[in-house]
């Protein structure tokens, strides 16, 4: 079978770090990405974990631990314009399954 | 470059229709995928394709179909719309090997 889980909902204020938890089970699994939304728009690709750890990127970060198949995306220095969805998609060879997203809301 | 594009931007059928949602991309990627997104419902796979003359379903399959003749073209048809198929669907390319997913900007449909 295939799972995955990730809050529905996070509240940070702004200038704050936020952590994004996401635990999955799939098959044939190869590597975690983290994809934006905002409201209107097309799920836009942040990071991507093939191996276990953190992968930086800007203020922006990525954890894998293949081994509690669990990651996380963490997001320092919040600004207004990080209000989006995050979704936690698990990457098989052939195609990549997208859970329900967690909203992201920030507090000036 | 265009990247992934999609047409029409927003399409209204009446129960009963049919129609083909085109999503075309100049990435020359091998890998296409058709998702669905409603409220509270994250993004569902519809159908893929590794490569051309080659698709498979996904999560939500029923309703729909697809072919690949190209390299460049994944189209998906529902051959009689229901109210159930109103959603925000997104065509979405990536390279063989690769880890980001191109998103095209979405076809809004609503059936009536």
């Known amino acids: 079978g295939q799972s995955l889980e990730q809050p529905s909902e996070v509240t940070a204020v702004e200038g704050a770090i936020v952590q994004i938890n996401c635990t999955y089970q799939t098959s044939g699994f190869y590597g975690l990405s983290w994809y934006q939304q905002h409201d209107g728009g097309a799920p836009t690709f942040l990071s991507y974990?093939?191996?276990?750890g953190l992968e930086e990127t800007g203020r922006f970060s990525s954890f894998l631990s293949r081994s509690d198949s669990y990651g996380y995306l963490l997001l320092q220095e919040l600004q207004m314009k990080d209000s989006a969805s995050y979704f936690c998609?698990?990457?098989?060879?052939?195609?990549?399954?997208f859970g329900k997203g967690t909203r992201l809301h920030i507090l000036p | 470059n265009a990247g992934v594009t999609q047409t029409p931007k927003f399409q209204v059928l009446k129960t009963g229709q049919s129609m083909t949602l085109q999503c075309a991309q100049d990435m020359n990627h091998e890998y296409m995928s058709w998702y669905r997104q409603d409220p509270g419902m994250g993004l569902r796979l519809i159908h893929y394709?590794?490569?051309?003359?080659?698709?498979d379903q996904g999560e939500v399959p029923n309703g729909y179909n697809v072919s690949r003749s190209t390299t460049e073209d994944f189209p998906l048809r529902l051959l009689s719309a229901a109210p159930s198929q109103t959603s925000v669907y997104f065509c979405?390319?990536?390279?063989?090997?690769?880890?980001?997913?191109?998103f095209g900007p979405g076809t809004r449909l609503t059936v009536l």
């Open positions: 979405a390319t990536r390279g063989r090997g690769g880890n980001e997913q191109f």
């Open positions: 974990n093939g191996l276990d």
């Open positions: 394709s590794v490569g051309a003359g080659i698709t």
């Open positions: 998609a698990p990457n098989r060879d052939d195609k990549i399954i």
